[in-house]
C-alpha cells in the first residue's frame, strides 16, 4: 500500500520536486529567440501539416480557435539549465490535429514564422505529449514568448517547442533542425541530460 503524504496546505507545490540534473529553478519567464520576434496578423496565420507524399493540411486562426483547446499544467525545463515549474498553457493537442493525416512517416519538423527549425521524433508529438499552444496563463501567449501560437513539448529541452510555428513536415527520414545543426541533441531529453551531440 501507498502512503503518500501531503504538505500542509499552503506549501509550494514546487518545493522539493526533482529537477532533471543540472537544472535550477526559476519563477520568471526567460525569453530565448534565436532572431527577432516575427509579428504575424491572425488574418494570414497559418498552420500547415505537410506529409511525406507532399499533401498539405491546412487550418486557419479561425479553424485552429474551432477545434478542441486542452489545459496543459507542466514543467518545463530549458537547456540553458533554468526549469520552471506547474506552468499553464491552453493549447490544441497534436492528435487532434494528425488525427486525420495519413503518413508512413516517423520523424517531424517543426518549422516556425521567422525561419526556425527543430526536428522530433513524430511520436514525441503524439499520445498528449505535444500541443499548439496559444495562451499562457489564461491570457494570449505573449509574441515574445511564440504568439500567436507555439509548439508546446514539454518532456523534451524547450528549444524542440518551437515559437510561432507555422507548420510540421513529416519525414521518412530524421533531419536535423536549426539548433540541433549546430551541435544541440537530436532527441533531448533533460531527464538524460542530452543537451548536446554525444550526451
Ligand atoms: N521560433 C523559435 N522557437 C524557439 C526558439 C527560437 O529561437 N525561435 N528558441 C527555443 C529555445 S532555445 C527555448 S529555451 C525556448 C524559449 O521559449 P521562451 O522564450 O518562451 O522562454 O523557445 C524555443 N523555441
Ligand atoms: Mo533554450
Redesign the pocket.
Given at each position: 500500500m501507498n502512503i503518500i503524504t501531503r504538505g500542509f496546505r499552503g506549501r509550494r507545490r514546487d518545493s522539493g520536486r526533482p529537477l532533471p540534473p543540472g537544472q535550477y529553478l526559476t519563477h520568471d519567464?526567460?525569453?530565448?529567440?534565436?532572431?527577432p520576434t516575427p509579428r504575424i496578423p491572425l488574418d494570414a496565420w497559418e498552420f500547415t501539416v505537410t506529409t511525406e507524399q507532399g499533401e498539405r493540411h491546412r487550418w486557419s486562426w479561425t479553424e485552429l480557435m474551432g477545434l478542441a483547446a486542452e489545459s496543459i499544467t507542466t514543467d518545463i525545463h530549458?537547456?540553458?539549465r533554468w526549469s520552471k515549474l506547474d506552468t499553464d498553457w491552453r493549447g490544441v493537442s497534436l492528435d487532434t490535429l494528425l488525427s486525420n493525416v495519413a503518413t508512413e512517416a516517423d520523424f517531424a519538423m517543426a518549422l516556425?514564422y521567422?525561419g526556425?527549425t527543430t526536428n522530433l521524433p513524430l511520436e514525441d508529438l503524439l499520445d498528449g505529449k505535444a500541443w499548439i499552444a496559444y495562451q499562457y496563463n489564461g491570457e494570449d501567449l505573449a509574441s515574445?514568448?511564440?504568439g500567436p501560437a507555439?509548439l508546446l513539448v514539454p518532456h523534451l529541452y524547450?528549444?524542440k517547442?518551437?515559437?510561432?510555428i507555422r507548420g510540421i513536415d513529416l519525414m521518412l527520414q530524421d533531419s536535423p533542425g536549426f539548433?540541433e545543426q549546430l551541435g544541440y541533441h537530436d532527441y533531448g531529453d533533460p531527464w538524460r541530460e542530452q543537451r548536446y551531440q554525444g550526451d
Open positions: 519567464f526567460p525569453v530565448l529567440s534565436a532572431g530549458c537547456v540553458t516556425s521567422g526556425y515574445e514568448h511564440g507555439r524547450l528549444w517547442s518551437a515559437k510561432w539548433w
